[in-house]
């Protein structure tokens, strides 16, 4: 959470921030594929959120670790 932002109990309120993450053919490409081996049918955007969210708690823990560890 960012400072100074208050977190809203109401997840369907919270607004969406769109953000470009640039890919170049090859890479788009190879994400594809990956996904298309792995019978994912998740859209890469979404796929990328995912991916994202996944890292942001994993960082969380280790920070959480390392300060009240």
């Known amino acids: 959470m960012a400072r100074g932002i208050k ?3 109401n ?3 919270v607004r969406t921030i769109a953000i470009h993450v640039r ?3 090859y890479e788009h490409g190879n994400l594809q594929r990956c996904l298309t ?3 994912d049918e998740r859209p890469v955007s979404t796929f990328v959120r ?3 969210n996944a890292k ?3 960082m969380q823990k ?3 670790s390392q300060f009240h560890g």
């Open 7 to 9: 977190p809203n109990p």
């Open 11 to 13: 997840r369907k309120e």
């Open 23 to 25: 890919l170049n053919e």
């Open 37 to 39: 081996i792995l019978k």
């Open 50 to 52: 995912d991916l994202l």
């Open 56 to 58: 942001i708690k994993e």
């Open 62 to 64: 280790d920070i959480n």
